[in-house]
Nanobody, 121 residues
Framework: VQLAESGGGLVQPGDSLRLSCAASGFTFSRYWMYWVRQAPGKEREFVAA????????FYADSVKGRFTMSRENAKNTVYLHMNSLKPEDTAVYYC???????????????WGQGTQVTVSS
């Protein structure tokens, strides 16, 4: 199983960024997919979730209206479109997968290595 995130970087407040996560080694279309983030000195935090066919999404209150999660099952890839970025969005962003829907990251089966997003002027 492999989840490979990409697209992180250093941006200014108000900028946009798109993260990607390419999955392999499991039946991608059967899994809920998640984005989770971890800021320095903090616990991992649920950010967004998407169901197996991409018809249902959930977001943390802190990103609702600014972030959009999507998936392309034909490419085994999920995305996180991040708009109006704030300094408090600075974190390592992880892609994760699980057969169930839960906002508890400790429950997720598969994890990527993460990609750093830094929002600073």
């Amino acid at each position: 199983v492999q989840l490979a995130e990409s697209g992180g970087g250093l941006v200014q407040p108000g900028d946009s960024l798109r993260l990607s996560c390419a999955a392999s080694g499991f039946t991608f279309s059967r899994y809920w997919m998640y984005w989770v983030r971890q800021a320095p000195g903090k616990e991992r935090e649920f950010v967004a979730a998407i169901n197996m066919i991409g018809s249902t999404t959930f977001y943390a209150d802190s990103v609702k209206g600014r972030f959009t999660m999507s998936r392309e099952n034909a490419k085994n890839t999920v995305y996180l479109h991040m708009n109006s970025l704030k300094p408090e969005d600075t974190a390592v962003y992880y892609c994760a997968a699980d057969l169930r829907m839960t906002t508890r990251p400790s429950q997720y089966d598969y994890w990527g290595q993460g990609t750093q997003v830094t929002v600073s002027s």
